[in-house]
């Protein structure tokens, strides 16, 4: 069973908000990913990281921004929400020290609606 | 640019039916992985499968990856309604970030 955790699972707010999405993990994995899926859609790679101080942006571009101080701790930040940033965010992890046959495993989400 | 395709896109089935879903691709995988994610949630690991040709079976479930490594099946025997969900395949290569296929939604009706 995957040691990734994602807090708050749901979130509700208004437009022009800032609010941060919590990612951790506890399998010491050095590479760890975000991801925006809306439902029943594809998962799309926002941001990623090969370690700590290491941030790269993924395929779709996301005016969120990360950060990577710990390597157990990814947060993702909207400085200002709007209703076009709902959706779901999902964390996951892997060992990159494994190259490519590593896997990915994922935390259980945080549903954001933006009002 | 890695690209997955998956097929169906949808399928619904009666309970204790038989049915196998693909993944496939133009490019080559050194890894390739199963999830299946419910609405709500985040994608839960199933299987990875690294070697050409590989079987490996998950109870009811059955994975393999095609001998050139740009394919994979999921065939599950009996579909019982927990089965139910978003079949999701992903595929890395060496330094290279994931890439996802688009999924299968799989409906087992009792």
């Known amino acids: 069973e995957a040691d990734i955790y994602q807090t708050p699972r749901y979130l509700v707010i208004g437009t022009g908000k800032k609010i941060t999405l919590e990612c951790s993990q506890t399998?010491?994995?050095?590479?760890m990913y975000w991801y925006q899926q809306d439902p029943g859609m594809e998962l799309h790679l926002i941001h990623y990281?090969?370690?700590?101080?290491?941030?790269e942006k993924g395929d779709l571009s996301s005016e969120s921004t990360v950060s990577r101080i710990r390597t157990e701790h990814f947060p993702l930040t909207l400085e200002s929400a709007r209703p076009s940033h709902t959706s779901q965010y999902l964390c996951?992890?892997?060992?990159?020290?494994?190259?490519?046959?590593?896997?990915?495993?994922f935390g259980p989400g945080t549903r954001l609606t933006v009002l | 640019t890695q690209l997955l395709e998956q097929s169906p896109q949808f399928l619904s089935i009666q309970e204790g039916e038989n049915l196998t879903v693909y993944c496939n691709s133009s490019?080559?995988?050194?890894?390739l992985q199963w999830y299946r994610q419910e609405p709500g949630e985040g994608p839960v690991l199933l299987v990875t499968?690294?070697?050409?040709?590989e079987v490996k079976k998950l109870k009811r479930l059955t994975f393999q990856f095609g001998d050139a490594r740009k394919d994979s099946s999921l065939h599950i025997t009996a579909a019982q309604p927990g089965d139910t969900g978003l079949y999701l395949c992903?595929?890395?290569?060496?330094?290279?970030?994931?890439?996802f296929g688009p999924g299968t939604r799989l409906s087992v009706l009792p």
């Open positions: 996951a992890s892997s060992d990159a020290s494994r190259g490519g046959t590593d896997t990915q495993y």
């Open positions: 399998m010491g994995h050095d590479k």
């Open positions: 990281s090969y370690g700590v101080n290491s941030t």
């Open positions: 490019s080559v995988f050194s890894s």
């Open positions: 499968v690294v070697t050409g040709g």
């Open positions: 992903a595929g890395t290569t060496y330094g290279q970030n994931f890439v």
